[in-house]
């Protein structure tokens, strides 16, 4: 068990990865008995303290061959999953003072991995090639606020970043600039939390005052995102959201300690 805080969680193909304010990282498999409901049995593979502040992301990678970690200290790591072994750590030339780190996610196709935090900018690194590069790909794109949460559209042409001052910025991964940008469905908040549904159509935004807004993407390449749902039903910050498949649900955790589902056909 974690003792401080957890901060992020990850779940794919039967493992979970967990990072916490304690500085640590953990992962975790077991049996997944068919059915709805039937209760999960997991033992942990390792729990290791990996950063010098909190870890703030733990994603898993594609291949089910390592995580990526990130964390206050301005770091972020790769992570045999099966041993916890570290395989990869960046440079430390950030300054943990301005530039923790609150969010890491690797691209779809598994060979781009990006990190951003305090200092407003999201930087991108190749680990596809066959010496990993600890080094931004591209130069890093600026958002202009401190970044709280980062998604990728499952095609890969877009990236999603969730700010302080209450901007979610759309980036189009092919042209490397901002494309669009939504706010919050709270005014004055910040976007804590976004995430895309698996066709890339739809984006769900999180933010500080507990309000969840859901966009559609246009049905012509010229046109504009349009707000599908909007939602103020949570009291404090929402940590995380998933969208169903063909926006049929919504679910979002928010600090609070409650958990919503918005049924939406």
Same mark, same amino acid.
């Given at each position: 068990k974690h003792k401080g805080a957890v901060l992020d969680v990850c779940l794919r193909r039967g493992v979970v990865?967990?990072? $916490?304010? *304690?500085?640590? +990282?953990? +992962?975790?498999?077991?049996?997944?008995?068919?059915?709805?409901? %039937?209760?999960?049995? #997991?033992?942990? /593979?390792?729990?290791?303290? +990996?950063?010098?502040?909190?870890? =703030? %992301?733990?994603?898993i990678h594609p291949s089910m061959a390592f995580m990526g970690t990130a964390g206050a200290d301005g770091l972020w790591t790769m992570l045999d999953l099966d041993s916890g072994?570290?395989? #990869? /750590?960046?440079?430390?030339?950030? *300054?943990?003072?301005? *530039?923790?780190?609150?969010?890491?996610r690797f691209h779809p196709d598994g060979k781009l991995w990006a990190v951003a935090g305090d200092a407003g900018t999201v930087s991108i690194f190749d680990i596809g090639a066959a010496s990993p590069a600890a080094k931004p790909?591209? !130069?890093?794109? &600026? =958002?202009?606020?401190?970044? /709280?949460s980062l998604g990728f559209a499952e095609n890969g042409y877009h990236m999603a970043s969730a700010g302080?001052?209450?901007v979610v910025k759309l980036w189009d991964l092919r042209k490397l600039k901002a494309v669009? !940008?939504?706010?919050? %469905?709270? &005014?004055? @908040? $910040?976007?804590? %939390? #976004? @995430?895309?549904?698996?066709?890339?159509?739809?984006?769900?935004i999180g933010d500080s005052e507990g309000g969840t807004v859901v966009m559609q993407r246009p049905a012509k390449k010229k046109g504009e995102w349009s707000q599908v749902v909007k939602a103020n039903e949570q009291k404090k910050?929402?940590?995380?959201? +998933?969208?169903?498949?063909? #926006?049929?649900s919504i679910w979002t955790g928010s600090m609070d300690r409650t958990v919503k589902k918005y049924a939406t056909v």
């Open positions: 990865a967990s990072a $916490s304010h *304690d500085k640590s +990282v953990a +992962v975790w498999a077991g049996a997944w008995p068919p059915g709805s409901g %039937a209760e999960v049995s #997991l033992n942990c /593979r390792f729990h290791l303290k +990996v950063h010098s502040k909190p870890v =703030h %992301a733990c994603p072994t570290e395989m #990869l /750590r960046s440079s430390g030339e950030l *300054d943990p003072a301005v *530039d923790a780190l609150f969010c890491g790909a591209v !130069e890093p794109f &600026q =958002h202009g606020a401190a970044v /709280r302080d001052d209450g669009a !940008e939504f706010g919050c %469905a709270t &005014q004055g @908040a $910040s976007a804590t %939390a #976004l @995430a895309f549904d698996f066709s890339g159509y739809y984006l769900g910050p929402v940590t995380g959201l +998933v969208i169903a498949h063909d #926006l049929a």
